[in-house]
Protein backbone atom coordinates (compact mmCIF):
# COMPACT_ATOMS: atom_id res chain seq x y z
CA UNK A 1 0.00 0.00 0.00
CA UNK A 2 2.40 2.47 -0.04
CA UNK A 3 1.68 3.33 -3.58
CA UNK A 4 -1.24 5.14 -2.40
CA UNK A 5 1.17 7.39 0.30
CA UNK A 6 3.21 8.01 -3.05
CA UNK A 7 0.21 9.35 -5.23
CA UNK A 8 -1.32 11.03 -1.82
CA UNK A 9 1.73 12.82 -1.37
CA UNK A 10 2.51 13.65 -5.71
CA UNK A 11 -1.19 15.02 -4.95
CA UNK A 12 -0.84 17.44 -2.14
CA UNK A 13 -3.48 19.53 -0.98
CA UNK A 14 -4.73 21.30 1.89
CA UNK A 15 -3.78 19.01 4.85
CA UNK A 16 -6.47 18.42 7.20
CA UNK A 17 -6.71 16.19 9.85
CA UNK A 18 -10.40 16.10 10.39
CA UNK A 19 -11.36 14.92 6.91
CA UNK A 20 -13.82 12.32 6.42
CA UNK A 21 -12.33 9.15 5.91
CA UNK A 22 -13.86 6.23 3.22
CA UNK A 23 -15.25 3.49 5.43
CA UNK A 24 -13.92 0.15 4.08
CA UNK A 25 -15.09 -3.11 4.34
CA UNK A 26 -12.00 -5.13 2.93
CA UNK A 27 -12.57 -8.54 1.41
CA UNK A 28 -10.15 -11.64 -0.08
CA UNK A 29 -13.40 -13.25 -1.22
CA UNK A 30 -14.29 -11.88 -4.95
CA UNK A 31 -17.59 -10.34 -5.11
CA UNK A 32 -20.44 -12.33 -7.26
CA UNK A 33 -21.24 -9.41 -9.28
CA UNK A 34 -17.72 -8.77 -10.31
CA UNK A 35 -16.10 -12.51 -10.78
CA UNK A 36 -16.56 -12.36 -14.50
CA UNK A 37 -15.01 -9.40 -15.17
CA UNK A 38 -11.90 -11.20 -12.78
CA UNK A 39 -11.56 -14.66 -13.86
CA UNK A 40 -9.01 -13.32 -16.33
CA UNK A 41 -6.83 -11.76 -13.35
CA UNK A 42 -7.39 -14.68 -11.15
CA UNK A 43 -6.42 -17.07 -13.81
CA UNK A 44 -2.89 -15.61 -14.12
CA UNK A 45 -2.41 -15.09 -10.55
CA UNK A 46 -3.78 -12.45 -9.42
CA UNK A 47 -5.19 -11.86 -5.83
CA UNK A 48 -7.05 -8.66 -4.93
CA UNK A 49 -8.58 -7.23 -1.58
CA UNK A 50 -11.71 -5.70 -2.41
CA UNK A 51 -14.27 -3.04 -0.93
CA UNK A 52 -17.47 -4.08 -2.33
CA UNK A 53 -17.05 -4.75 -6.09
CA UNK A 54 -14.21 -2.55 -6.32
CA UNK A 55 -10.48 -3.33 -6.20
CA UNK A 56 -8.28 -2.06 -3.31
CA UNK A 57 -4.71 -4.14 -4.00
CA UNK A 58 -3.92 -6.74 -6.70
CA UNK A 59 -0.67 -8.76 -6.45
CA UNK A 60 0.57 -11.89 -7.36
CA UNK A 61 0.80 -11.63 -10.58
CA UNK A 62 2.58 -10.08 -13.29
CA UNK A 63 2.09 -8.29 -16.54
CA UNK A 64 5.27 -8.03 -19.15
CA UNK A 65 6.27 -4.32 -19.65
CA UNK A 66 9.77 -4.57 -21.32
CA UNK A 67 11.13 -1.41 -20.58
CA UNK A 68 8.92 -0.01 -18.21
CA UNK A 69 11.71 0.01 -15.70
CA UNK A 70 14.28 2.11 -16.91
CA UNK A 71 11.10 3.95 -19.23
CA UNK A 72 8.80 6.23 -17.42
CA UNK A 73 6.93 6.57 -20.67
CA UNK A 74 6.93 3.00 -21.52
CA UNK A 75 5.92 2.45 -18.34
CA UNK A 76 3.19 4.96 -17.91
CA UNK A 77 1.41 3.70 -21.07
CA UNK A 78 1.75 0.27 -19.10
CA UNK A 79 -0.04 1.61 -16.26
CA UNK A 80 -2.87 3.28 -18.71
CA UNK A 81 -3.53 -0.15 -20.89
CA UNK A 82 -3.94 -2.20 -17.77
CA UNK A 83 -6.29 0.64 -16.06
CA UNK A 84 -8.13 0.99 -19.00
CA UNK A 85 -8.35 -2.95 -19.50
CA UNK A 86 -9.69 -3.16 -16.20
CA UNK A 87 -11.06 0.19 -14.98
CA UNK A 88 -14.82 -1.34 -14.17
CA UNK A 89 -12.99 -3.31 -11.28
CA UNK A 90 -11.33 0.03 -9.73
CA UNK A 91 -13.58 2.12 -10.47
CA UNK A 92 -17.07 1.55 -12.71
CA UNK A 93 -18.28 4.71 -13.93
CA UNK A 94 -15.32 6.53 -14.39
CA UNK A 95 -13.31 6.73 -18.03
CA UNK A 96 -9.70 6.64 -18.36
CA UNK A 97 -9.12 10.62 -18.98
CA UNK A 98 -10.53 10.72 -15.50
CA UNK A 99 -7.27 9.85 -14.29
CA UNK A 100 -4.67 12.52 -14.20
CA UNK A 101 -0.93 11.50 -13.85
CA UNK A 102 0.75 12.61 -10.61
CA UNK A 103 3.71 10.26 -10.08
CA UNK A 104 6.04 8.71 -12.09
CA UNK A 105 9.33 7.78 -10.42
CA UNK A 106 11.89 5.28 -9.90
CA UNK A 107 13.32 4.20 -6.67
CA UNK A 108 16.50 1.86 -7.25
CA UNK A 109 14.89 -1.10 -9.53
CA UNK A 110 11.11 -0.39 -8.45
CA UNK A 111 9.00 2.22 -10.91
CA UNK A 112 5.95 3.50 -9.14
CA UNK A 113 3.45 5.49 -11.30
CA UNK A 114 0.58 7.35 -9.69
CA UNK A 115 -2.81 8.48 -10.90
CA UNK A 116 -5.24 11.00 -9.43
CA UNK A 117 -8.83 10.32 -10.16
CA UNK A 118 -11.20 13.56 -11.35
CA UNK A 119 -14.35 14.09 -12.05
CA UNK A 120 -15.09 16.11 -14.86
CA UNK A 121 -12.17 17.84 -14.63
CA UNK A 122 -12.29 18.08 -10.77
CA UNK A 123 -10.13 16.45 -7.95
CA UNK A 124 -11.38 13.91 -6.45
CA UNK A 125 -10.83 14.05 -2.51
CA UNK A 126 -8.50 10.62 -1.94
CA UNK A 127 -9.30 9.38 -5.12
CA UNK A 128 -5.94 7.29 -6.53
CA UNK A 129 -4.83 4.52 -8.08
CA UNK A 130 -1.04 3.38 -8.11
CA UNK A 131 0.92 0.68 -9.94
CA UNK A 132 4.30 -0.88 -9.45
CA UNK A 133 7.46 -1.96 -11.85
CA UNK A 134 10.15 -4.18 -11.45
CA UNK A 135 12.50 -5.81 -13.57
CA UNK A 136 10.05 -5.00 -16.66
CA UNK A 137 6.64 -6.07 -14.71
CA UNK A 138 3.84 -4.79 -13.27
CA UNK A 139 3.61 -6.73 -10.62
CA UNK A 140 0.67 -4.80 -7.88
CA UNK A 141 -1.75 -2.15 -8.07
CA UNK A 142 -3.37 0.09 -5.01
CA UNK A 143 -6.30 2.04 -5.24
CA UNK A 144 -8.17 4.56 -3.71
CA UNK A 145 -10.46 5.30 -6.56
CA UNK A 146 -13.93 6.20 -6.23
CA UNK A 147 -16.68 4.07 -8.10
CA UNK A 148 -19.96 5.97 -9.66
CA UNK A 149 -18.52 9.36 -8.66
CA UNK A 150 -21.56 12.03 -9.88
CA UNK A 151 -21.37 14.93 -7.79
CA UNK A 152 -24.05 17.23 -7.20
CA UNK A 153 -23.68 20.52 -8.08
CA UNK A 154 -22.51 23.86 -5.71
CA UNK A 155 -22.10 27.24 -6.88
CA UNK A 156 -18.71 28.27 -6.50
CA UNK A 157 -16.95 30.63 -4.50
CA UNK A 158 -13.57 29.50 -4.72
CA UNK A 159 -10.63 29.20 -6.88
CA UNK A 160 -10.13 25.47 -6.17
CA UNK A 161 -12.87 22.51 -5.98
CA UNK A 162 -13.01 18.89 -5.10
CA UNK A 163 -15.65 15.88 -5.65
CA UNK A 164 -15.69 14.89 -2.28
CA UNK A 165 -17.96 11.82 -0.54
CA UNK A 166 -20.88 13.12 1.24
CA UNK A 167 -22.97 10.34 3.16
CA UNK A 168 -24.61 8.29 0.74
CA UNK A 169 -23.24 10.43 -2.46
CA UNK A 170 -20.73 13.08 -3.52
CA UNK A 171 -21.12 16.40 -4.01
CA UNK A 172 -18.58 19.44 -5.69
CA UNK A 173 -17.01 21.10 -3.01
CA UNK A 174 -15.10 24.47 -2.47
CA UNK A 175 -11.90 24.09 -1.16
CA UNK A 176 -11.46 26.60 0.96
CA UNK A 177 -7.50 27.52 2.16
CA UNK A 178 -6.45 30.38 4.85
CA UNK A 179 -2.99 29.08 4.67
CA UNK A 180 -2.64 26.95 7.90
CA UNK A 181 -5.49 24.83 7.29
CA UNK A 182 -8.66 24.34 4.82
CA UNK A 183 -12.41 24.25 4.80
CA UNK A 184 -14.49 22.16 2.57
CA UNK A 185 -17.93 24.43 1.82
CA UNK A 186 -20.84 22.48 0.23
CA UNK A 187 -23.43 23.80 -1.89
CA UNK A 188 -25.49 25.16 1.10
CA UNK A 189 -22.58 27.12 1.84
CA UNK A 190 -22.03 25.06 5.17
CA UNK A 191 -18.68 23.62 6.00
CA UNK A 192 -18.88 19.97 5.45
CA UNK A 193 -15.16 19.55 6.96
CA UNK A 194 -11.97 21.30 8.09
Known amino acids: MAVLALVASAHAGPRTSELPRRQRMTSAVTPAAVRASFAPLAARGWRAAWDGEVVLALWGGTVAAPGASADAAIAERAARAFLAAHLELFAPGASLRDFQLVANRLDGDVRS??????????????????????????????????????????????????????????????????????????????????
Do not use: N
Request: glycine residues 14%; hydrophobic residues 40%; charged residues 20%.
Open 113 to 194: IGFAQTWRGVPVHGGQIGFVFGRDRLFAVSSGAWPHVDASPCVSRAKQREVMRVGAGYQLVDVIDDGDAASYVGRDGRVIAR
